[in-house]
């Protein structure tokens, strides 16, 4: 099982950005991906997730109006977005497989520094 990001993302305030977290060893379509970040010197914040079978996806409230989880079921790929960045969001950003039943991410990617910078 391996989940693969994105490298790293500078961005203006204001600006967006995209991550990817392409998935293998597994069936891509029977697994949540989650989306999880962690700021400097912060713990793990949950942002939310997608169902790639239904592109069915839930989010934090805090991110309401601002994130947009995507999959491709073709290159079994998953995408986060975050419009409006602050600096606010300068956090590593990570990716996680959790199965439908236990509700417990079991792997995770390298994760993604994204930094929010004028």
């Known amino acids: 099982v391996q989940l693969v990001q994105s490298g790293a993302e500078l961005r203006n305030p204001g600006a967006s950005v995209k991550v990817s977290c392409k998935a293998s060893?597994?069936?891509?379509?029977?697994?949540?991906i989650d989306w999880v970040r962690q700021a400097p010197g912060q713990g793990l914040e949950w942002m939310g997730r997608i169902d790639p079978e239904n592109g069915v996806t839930k989010n934090a409230r805090k991110f309401q109006g601002r994130v947009t989880f995507t999959a491709d079921t073709s290159t079994s790929t998953a995408y986060v977005e975050l419009s409006r960045l602050s600096s606010e969001d300068t956090a590593v950003y990570y990716c996680a497989r959790r199965p439908r039943l236990t509700g417990q991410s079991d792997y995770w990617g390298q994760g993604t520094q994204v930094t929010v910078s004028s």
């Open positions: 060893g597994f069936t891509f379509t029977s697994y949540y």
